[in-house]
């Protein structure tokens, strides 16, 4: 059974950057057909999509963030990282890993948002 | 502001139907059947309970049921029982630079 697990430091300073690790076990995160996110909640709020890696290698951000993050994989380890750098407080949230599933539109593999299986969540607080 | 708009509860009894709706544009709901929804109890991750507008992945009750009109998205649960209270979140493809857009999430209370 596929399950993924974030990892990372819970308080984050403003003005430095924020990495997480989400671990996947179960399954090879580069053989499968899937995608791979970040997504995060802000207390209270709503789901915000942050960027995504296909098993190909390709990314793909979300624009509101794209100068600020970066999403690298370690097959080795079975794991994909984010870092977001120069955090503020609006960046405080709960962030989670998922895996999501591909999306054909023209006969051309797209990012869906259907994201069938998500880690726990890490609460991750920027303060200084 | 979230780019797909939901009602921000919706209330019902047990054993009774309600519909949460969500609503895009041409640039996703309207024209494209990839809108997923997600059940999310306090303190827990979100869960996938209907994607591609229609589909319930594998182990979802057949009480959860979706569909879609126009640029308007509805997710419907019948036979409430107590342990639907939750919030409710639907997201689309969007042929938008945004890629992947949410809605702003339905809390729904069982009365």
């Known amino acids: 059974q596929l399950q993924l697990q974030e990892s990372g430091p819970g308080l984050v300073k403003p003005s430095e950057t924020l990495s997480l690790t989400c671990t996947v076990s179960g399954g090879s995160i580069s053989s499968s057909r899937y995608f791979w996110g970040w997504i995060r909640q802000p207390p209270g709020k709503g789901l915000e999509w942050i960027e995504s890696?296909?098993?190909?290698?390709?990314?793909y951000y979300n624009p509101s963030l794209k100068s600020r993050v970066t999403i690298s994989v370690d097959t080795s380890k079975n794991q994909f990282s984010l870092k977001l750098s120069s955090v503020t407080a609006a960046d405080t949230a709960v962030y989670y890993c998922a895996r999501h599933l591909p999306i054909t539109i023209f006969g051309v593999v797209r990012m869906g948002t259907a994201f069938d299986i998500w880690g726990q969540g890490t609460m991750v607080t920027v303060s200084s | 502001q979230s780019a797909l708009t939901q009602p921000a509860s919706v209330s019902g009894s047990p054993g009774q139907s309600i519909t949460i709706s969500c609503t895009g544009t041409?640039?996703?709901?309207?024209?494209?059947?990839?809108v997923s929804w997600f059940q999310q109890h306090p303190g827990k991750a979100p869960k996938l309970i209907i994607f591609d507008v229609s589909n319930r992945p594998s182990g979802v009750s057949n009480r959860f049921s979706g569909s879609k009109s126009g640029n308007t998205a509805s997710l419907t649960i019948s036979g409430l029982q107590a342990e639907d209270e939750a919030d409710y979140f639907c997201?689309?493809?969007?042929?938008?630079?945004?890629?992947?857009?949410f809605g702003g999430g339905t809390k729904l209370t069982v009365l």
């Open positions: 997201s689309s493809y969007t042929s938008s630079v945004t890629l992947g857009v």
């Open positions: 890696v296909y098993y190909t290698a390709t990314t």
């Open positions: 041409s640039s996703d709901v309207g024209n494209y059947n990839f």
